[in-house]
């Protein structure tokens, strides 16, 4: 039992990353590179129509262009990505599967190493899962009892074959093809996600949940999710990720768009745990993913719940766009880096109605040779009357080798806006180690419960299911053993 | 997609760079040691010319338009009344001794003896003092603002001054600017204040011309072991002026910097770089400010606190009150390097509103990089406060004098950071002078 703060930090910085195998399932692989055959192929692949290939040639168009110059700005230094080097289509090839059993065992037991066997979600926690395994969906429960509801819960490709009338009024209404670099290079190439619409007045009885794997090596994954929550309407969705040990880096570009209309709430939660690389920063995943929803309507909301634990590097500002009067956005993260991770992370809330309200609480852990940025920005535009902001980042350093940093950007054009700053960074004061050491606690349960009470703010705004794994996350993350 | 503005006023500039010693209106020759600074900065300054808001530092101050002109490189020395500026600038009670500058040349005649251990040189005894060639361009220039290689290369001469006792009374320096065409003025000063000196400094600048003048003043400062620095800058420049200033302050051990920055409605385009870097341990660096815009100005306030060593301590507060149209910037950077252990870091940043044209971009940041460190930053954009405001009516106040009360209620946190009650007193005289808030009461009342 290591007894002093040296140790443990030891200890928890050189753990190796536990979820790291490799599912074998036989795959159908496009070689690798990135052309307008490319994306003729995967479009014509998933028979799409003409409007969505048209859309997809603009994503590339604008990808071209806007990859002559790579961002500057990010708190650290882009690795090169060979974009041509990276295979952008992969998909199981077995398919179109009626029952639990017909799903290739392999995968299951894939998801029983992570803790999520799929029954027993069925089961125990009433959660929909629409497991994404490289791309295409495999599997998609309990959509049925969300039919009853008329809500539809289904893979994208799904939603562009049967609801193409709502994919096309919504997609990319929010992260246009050409925000970006990497959104750009999703509109072209994205391959699967999910899509859901919560029709008026309906509150989805159950949180939905996706779970992204990356698995076959070489192959980015460029994922799409769109939910839209019509008039009065509620949904919680629930993202978990892992990703198996690889050497070479990973690029994840995904997109997540939401879209909220009168009176309706969006509840967007997040653990993140892909492979961070090793100890000596080697491999790892590329987590540069555009997140963004709109309060489209009047006393909507959006809220962006993160935990973010894993990932070489981890470049993402899940944003609000609170254009509906008396909307609220929110953002709660806990990031945490360890080895020789990167986080630059953080959120926008635009505001653009009046009585707009926004909340962003964020919590940064960093340790070993880890660099750990917030970067947010809150601005209220020139017709936001009475628009208010409580933002409040702190971060917390373990270890004298690493970096915590704040970038808030803060942009006010109305008089009558109150918008609220506040950032701290400190290590774990010896103090409060020592009070727990003398109520019997030894160091390192101290300090798993100073940093658990330090990120619980977020925690507690995470859906029953997710608060559980996030706990356990970051109780892997420090205290060396399986929680 | 470039980076930076290489304008008409650049070309200007590249076209009729000459080196000093070609130079038929320097009666001075430079050291080649400092010449070969002076030649460096200026290939910095012509690859990299002016930033463009494409960079990060650059992002919400936008040159393109104060730099759309052609400032002239002024043939001659203009002539101007100081007598009666000087009259005006002086500070009543402060009883400061004066040193008097024109265009950033050293009027002796019209300035006050200095007290025993003070000395300002100029021309060849700055530019020959063995500090010049120690520190000059050694500070400033590493940071790779292209506008500070800009003032390197064209400065004629620079200013030195040379503390070497402490004063019993502030100094005041008088920054007068004064030029019949559109002139592009730059201005250096090198300060050396020797081990324990005590000081208090008074830094105003004016303008006394109706032509456009763009002024670039750039300062180097060292305060040595154990010095007390405190300076007060307060900028009183009309709209025609567009205004660089970057000052960079190295301290070394127990030192404490004290550095209260003011700005009111007048020139069109500011850009303040107060850098202090603590390099020795158990210093201080404390920089205050208080800006009140109006007009279409912009300001804008770019600082850095650089921990570098283990055990300082550092407090920043900067205050915004926009009126107009008016944009505010304020970017806070504290830095806490590797190693730099034990370092208590605190900024706090707030903005008042008072016209819906108005405009605030703030972006306080932390980088830090070691771990037993206490940092913090805070920051607000707001308003009056209604209930205070309505406390004040019931206790018989008007709307216009409850406002009126609260702003310089506002403005008092910053106020009173200034240890000289004849500064503060003259700095309060200009913040009612140019404060209105009539304008920025709502309808009806």
């Known amino acids: ?483 | 997609m470039s980076k930076s503005i290489f304008n008409s006023f650049y070309q200007y500039l590249i076209e009729n760079y000459r080196l000093p010693e070609d130079n038929q209106r320097n009666d001075v020759t430079w050291p080649k040691a400092l010449l070969e600074h002076k030649q460096k900065a200026f290939e910095f300054f012509k690859t990299h010319g002016f930033p463009s808001t494409k960079q990060e530092d650059w992002k919400y101050t936008n040159l393109a338009g104060p730099l759309q002109q052609v400032f002239h490189i002024p043939a001659n020395d203009t002539v101007a009344d100081l007598k009666t500026a000087i009259a005006n600038a002086s500070i009543k009670d402060a009883h400061a001794y004066h040193i008097v500058l024109l265009n950033g040349k050293w009027q002796r005649e019209l300035s006050d003896p200095l007290p025993d251990g003070v000395h300002f040189l100029d021309g060849k005894d700055a530019l020959h003092h063995y500090y010049a060639e120690e520190y000059f361009a050694s500070l400033a220039d590493p940071t790779g603002v292209s506008l500070v290689a800009m003032n390197t290369a064209f400065i004629p001469a620079f200013n030195l001054l040379h503390i070497q006792k402490s004063t019993d009374r502030p100094l005041h320096i008088m920054h007068f600017y004064a030029a019949n065409e559109p002139a592009f003025l730059p201005e250096r000063l090198l300060l050396v204040a020797e081990e324990s000196v005590q000081t208090q400094w008074i830094d105003t600048f004016h303008q006394l011309t109706s032509a456009p003048v763009f002024i670039n003043y750039v300062a180097e400062q060292f305060l040595k072991e154990h010095v007390a620095m405190d300076i007060f800058l307060i900028n009183q420049l009309p709209s025609s002026a567009v205004v660089f200033h970057h000052s960079e302050t190295y301290l070394h051990s127990q030192s404490t910097y004290h550095h209260v920055n003011f700005s009111f409605p007048g020139a069109g385009f500011i850009r303040n770089n107060i850098n202090a870097r603590m390099q020795g341990s158990s210093s201080e660096a404390n920089l205050w400010g208080l800006y009140l815009s109006g007009g279409q100005q912009l300001v804008d306030n770019h600082t850095i606190v650089d921990h570098q060593v283990a055990s300082c301590n550092s407090n920043e507060w900067y205050k915004g009150i926009l009126q107009d149209k008016s944009t505010g910037v304020f970017n806070g950077k504290i830095f806490v390097e590797k190693g730099a252990q034990k370092t208590n870091a605190f900024q706090k940043n707030n903005a008042i509103l008072l016209s819906r044209e108005a405009t605030v971009h703030a972006k306080p940041q932390l980088e830090i990089f070691a771990d037993d460190v206490k940092c913090s930053h805070g920051s607000t954009v707001g308003q009056m406060n209604e209930d205070a405001l309505f406390y004040l009516r019931t206790r018989g106040l008007s709307e216009l004098t409850a406002r009126q009360l609260l702003i310089e209620a506002f403005a008092y946190d910053i106020l009173s950071k200034v240890q000289n009650d004849a500064v503060a007193h003259h700095v309060m005289q200009l913040l009612r002078q140019h404060l209105h808030v009539e304008s920025a009461l709502p309808a009806g009342a």
């Open chain 1, 1 to 483: 039992m290591p007894t002093t703060d040296q140790d443990i930090l030891q200890k928890y910085s050189d753990q190796e990353y536990e979820f790291g195998f490799e599912t074998r399932v036989e795959m159908e692989i496009l070689p690798p590179g990135l052309n307008e055959e490319t994306v003729r192929f995967i479009s014509a692949k998933k028979e799409e129509p003409e409007w969505l290939l048209q859309w997809r040639l603009k994503g590339l168009e604008h990808f071209r262009r806007l990859s002559q110059e790579m961002p500057e700005w990010q708190n650290f230094k882009l690795p090169h990505i060979d974009f041509q080097a990276i295979s952008y289509y992969a998909a199981p090839k077995k398919r179109k599967l009626n029952s639990l059993d017909e799903v290739d065992p392999e995968i299951l037991a894939t998801f029983e190493k992570l803790g999520i066997p799929l029954e027993e979600q069925k089961v125990l926690a009433g959660v929909a899962v629409d497991a994404v395994m490289d791309s295409v969906s495999v599997k998609t429960t309990f959509q049925e009892k969300l039919r009853e509801k008329g809500i539809i819960f289904c893979s994208m490709g799904e939603a562009i074959k049967n609801h193409p009338d709502l994919v096309k009024k919504y997609l990319g209404s929010v992260v246009p093809y050409s925000d970006n670099v990497f959104a750009a290079l999703n509109a072209a190439v994205f391959s699967d996600g999910s899509f859901c619409y919560v029709p008026k007045g309906v509150r989805c009885p159950m949180e939905l949940s996706t779970y992204f794997r990356i698995n076959a090596s070489n192959t980015g994954q460029f994922e799409r999710t769109l939910i839209i929550a019509e008039e009065g309407a509620y949904v919680s969705y629930l993202e978990g990720c892992t990703a198996p040990k690889r050497d070479e880096n990973q690029l994840h570009a995904a997109v997540v768009e939401l879209i909220a209309l009168d009176h309706a709430e969006i509840k967007y939660s997040t653990v993140q745990n892909w492979f961070p690389g090793d100890k000596n920063g080697n491999g790892g995943v590329f987590n540069f993913v555009t997140k963004r929803g709109i309060c489209k309507g009047p006393h909507s909301k959006i809220s962006w719940t993160q935990v973010e634990t894993g990932s070489a590097i981890t470049w993402k500002y899940p944003s609000v766009i609170l254009q509906g009067d008396y909307s609220v956005g929110e953002f709660y993260s806990v990031a945490m880096t360890r080895n020789h991770q990167i986080a630059d992370t953080g959120t926008k809330m635009i505001h653009l109605g009046k009585h707009t309200r926004s909340r962003i609480i964020s919590k940064g852990i960093s340790a070993g040779y880890s660099q750990n940025s917030y970067r947010g920005q809150v601005r209220v535009g020139p017709r936001a009357d009475y628009a208010r902001n409580f933002t409040q980042c702190d971060s917390l350093l373990l270890g004298d080798k690493c970096g915590a940093h704040t970038f808030p950007y803060i942009d006010c054009q109305n008089p009558t806006a109150i918008l609220e700053h506040e950032a701290t960074t400190s290590k774990i004061a010896e103090d409060q180690i020592f009070y727990l050491n003398q109520r019997g606690l030894d160091t390192e349960k101290a300090v798993a419960l100073i940093v658990n009470g330090y990120a619980r703010e977020v925690l507690n705004n995470l859906p029953m299911e997710f608060a559980v794994e996030a706990q356990k996350l970051l109780a892997i993350s420090l205290d060396g053993s399986v929680g």
